[in-house]
Each structure stands twice: as C-alpha cells, then as structure tokens.
C-alpha cells in the first residue's frame, strides 16, 4: 500500500525517530544520495504562493537523483478552466509522476488527492489545517538543537487559528511529549478541532496559565497550558495545576495569515526583539518561526545564536530528502508505521447539511465530493468533518430509515444505526427532507 503524509499523523514516532538518522547522514553528505531515486519523478501542484517549501522539495528531489514536474502557479493551469483537484492528480500521479506535493487553499484539499491519486501526495500546507512537512522540519531543528524533544517547553505564539504550521507542530510536540504553551492574539486562538485533537489523540489536557508571565511577548492575550497526561518523570509541571515557566525552550513565532482573514479580522502587531527576549528566562530560548516573516521578528535578532529559523528553512532540503526516499520505498527507516486508526462511525452522503467550513474542499468541489462526518460522540452528539476536520454540532440528527429527526442531545440519537445518521443544521432543512420530529411518548 502506498504511504501519503497528509497529517503529521500519518508517521509514526519511531519513524520519525528514524527519519531523523537518516537526514543527519544526509547532512552530512549531501550530494551522494542521486543512486536513490533515478528515473522517478516528483509532481509539485501548487495552487498558492510558496518559495521554500516548492523550492526545497525540488532541490530534494534532484538530490536523490530524479526529476521533478512542476505547476508552481495552478492559476495559469486547467485549474483555471474549473477542472477539479479530483481529475488533476488522478492525470498527474500515475502517467505523469510517481509522487506529488500538493499546495492548495482549501483544507482538506491533501485527503481528497490521495483518495484520488494512485502514488504517494504529500501535504505541503491544505489552507489553515496541516503542514507536516514543516513541522518535521521544525521537529528536527529542535532535536537536533536541544538533543531530544520530551519535557521541552516550547510557546506556540501568534496567529493560531489560520498558521497550519502550528497545528501539525502542536500535535507532534504533545506526541513527543512536551510541554505546550499557547500564546494566540486574541480572536486567533486554536481552533476547537485541534484542542480536541491534542487532548483526544495526543494524551495532552489543557490548564489554564497566567497570562502575566508573557506580557513582554504578546500583550495581554490567554494562555493554555498542555501537559502530558501520563506523566513521565523527565516532563516538567506534570502535577502542578497552576504553572510559572521560568524557563522556555522554544517559541515559536507565527506571521498572521491575512490572506485567510474573514471580514472584521485584523492581527495586532506584535514584535519579538532582542529587548523582549532580555529576561534570564529567555537565556535558551530558541526563536523559531516557518518564514516568511513580515514583523513577527525584529532583524536585529537575526545574529543572535537563539534565532533558528534559517536553520529550521536550510534543514528543509535534507529533511525532505529522507521523506521522500521514505515515501517512494528507497529507503527502509525499519520503524513500524502508526497503528490503524480506531474506525470511528462515519456518516456520508448528501441528506443533510454539508460542511460548515466555508473553505472546506467537500464546500468547495461538491459536485463530486459528498460531506463526510466522523462521529465524535453520540449523547450529546457531535462529529467533525473527514476532510477539514472542522468540529460540527448539528441542530438535529435523522434516522434516515424511520425518517424521524431528534435534538441533538436528545438520548434517542443513541439508538439511530451509524448507517442511517442523518445530519441537519436546521429543523427547515429536516422538514425540507421529508423527516418529521419523533413522536413525544
Ligand atoms: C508557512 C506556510 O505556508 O504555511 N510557510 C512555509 O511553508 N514555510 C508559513 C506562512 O506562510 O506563514
């Protein structure tokens, strides 16, 4: 079967471990990889602006030996007439290219191409949701950096509802198990789906953090403080319910992503400088960020020997040139992959309501996408969308069979067969379908 990486969940952590050997021999000799991949080629699709990221999977690619397809700007290409991302890398995987890297608006966007896709996609960035690449990228700038990930308290800072950079770091930190700080503008704070996603699949609970201790770094806005739920005695704070840092291994800087801004957003500017970074706290602090930056950091901190984040982007070439060895089967990391993910119930179909989220692929090609909804919890209940993820509460669940809807917190949303979910937003749109509310006993 072929291996795609559209979540930063799709490597195991002993793979990734394993990946990490593997790109230290790569940095240690960069031009004698080309006997990896001769005669195979990469497809870059890139439906949104990108420089390191198109750029260092390509030098990657030549790196192992092969060759590389590019359409770095899919609005001069047949996207442009209305072909579907569906069609495209059906053509392009396959006849054109035995893997493809994908950029797309839209989140999403990575499953549905490898659905579609008979070869390996690689996600690099679905609008606001996933970039793993980048965050192996990061991963390994802070292992190589620090010798090790567990009990590291890094500070995820910024725009945290659109930088998907910060979601794919997010959960492979708390895999990892350290120690996250969130630090979001306000208005821009995680989004639902990834708190779940950390405390659900990641083991990570959040606790509140005074806010105080970070005023120098981001005004005045919340913290939430994650902490491993099964401590291990190297994790710092684990039984502490009320935290002081009084160290910091990372931050993280984001760059606020106006260009995913709906109406009335606008990011405050805030700016980490050499002043800001001053206190004993921050004598080890390593500042990242993915780049581009825009103000987020002040130039003077690009000399100081904390600053990572040429490093994290120059660590982008030998790191994808281990993934993609990995994914095209050249080289066996001898790791096992992540277990089969517990199947949870899905409910399909076009009944009902479709994804809320606005730029949500299955919203934007429904033609041939039908919603698709994994079932969080039953009493009350709760999905997410299977492509976005979006967390979606719906007014009311049918039973398509009986063709009765209930509330959605009603305990007779328990007995409906997964089967026969039916989701609506709205009572009109229930009654719109032909299902009537349930008889009161
Ligand atoms: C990031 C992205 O595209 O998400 N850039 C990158 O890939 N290094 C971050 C950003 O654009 O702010």
């Excluded at 990946?19 to 990896?36: G, K, N, Q």
């Excluded at 790196?63 to 770095?72: C, D, I, K, P, Y």
């Excluded at 069609?87 to 999403?108: F, K, M, N, Q, S």
Aim: hydrophobic fraction near 40%; include cysteine; aromatic fraction near 8%.
């Amino acid at each position: 079967v072929k291996r795609d990486l559209v979540s930063v969940d799709d490597l195991s952590n002993a793979e990734i471990v394993a990946l990490f050997r593997t790109v230290d021999e790569m940095i240690a000799r960069p031009r004698e990889w080309t006997h990896l991949a001769p005669g195979t080629i990469l497809a870059s699709l890139f439906y949104e602006p990108s420089t390191r990221t198109r750029l260092s999977f390509e030098a990657a690619m030549h790196r192992l030996g092969g060759g590389v397809v590019s359409a770095a700007d899919m609005r001069s290409s047949s996207a442009s007439k209305g072909e579907s991302l569906a069609d495209t890398v059906r053509v392009v995987g396959g006849a054109y290219a035995d893997l493809l890297v994908l950029r797309h608006p839209a989140e999403g966007a990575a499953r549905v191409a490898a659905r579609y896709a008979s070869v390996p996609v690689v996600n690099a960035g679905d609008g606001s949701h996933e970039h793993p690449t980048q965050t192996i990228c990061d991963l390994y700038s802070l292992h190589a950096e620090k010798g090790g990930i567990e009990g590291l308290d890094v500070v995820l800072s910024g725009d945290l509802k659109y930088s998907r950079t910060v979601h794919s770091f997010a959960y492979a930190l708390a895999r990892f198990r350290a120690n996250v700080v969130l630090i979001p503008h306000r208005g821009f704070e995680m989004p639902e789906y990834v708190i779940r996603r950390l405390r659900e699949r990641c083991g990570n609970e959040p606790q509140r953090l005074e806010a105080d201790d970070f005023r120098s770094i981001a005004g005045s806005a919340d913290a939430v403080y994650f902490t491993p739920q099964r401590p291990h005695q190297l994790s710092l704070f684990t039984e502490a319910d009320r935290v002081a840092i009084s160290k910091l291994d990372a931050l993280y800087v984001t760059r606020p992503q106006r260009e995913r801004f709906l109406e009335g957003e606008s990011a405050p500017s805030v700016r980490i400088d050499r002043e800001a970074l001053s206190g004993a706290r921050f004598k080890d602090t390593f500042v990242m960020h993915p780049l581009p930056r825009v103000n987020e950091i002040s130039y003077d901190l690009d000399q100081d020997p904390r600053s990572l984040y040429f490093k994290q982007a120059a660590r982008g070439v030998p790191v994808r040139m281990a993934l993609l060895a990995f994914l095209l089967g050249r080289v066996d990391l001898g790791a096992a992959p992540p277990p089969p993910e517990l199947s949870s119930e899905r409910v399909r179909g076009r009944l009902g309501m479709g994804c809320p989220n606005a730029t949500c692929i299955t919203t934007l090609e429904s033609n041939y996408l039908e919603p698709e909804f994994l079932v969080d919890s039953r009493a009350p209940f709760a999905a997410s969308c299977a492509f976005c993820e979006t967390s979606v509460v719906p007014v009311l669940v049918g039973c398509a069979s009986t063709r009765v809807f209930h509330r959605h917190n009603s305990s007779d949303v328990r007995r409906i067969k997964a089967e026969h979910l039916v989701l609506f937003a709205s009572e009109e749109q229930a009654r719109g379908s032909g299902f009537a509310a349930a008889a009161r006993p």
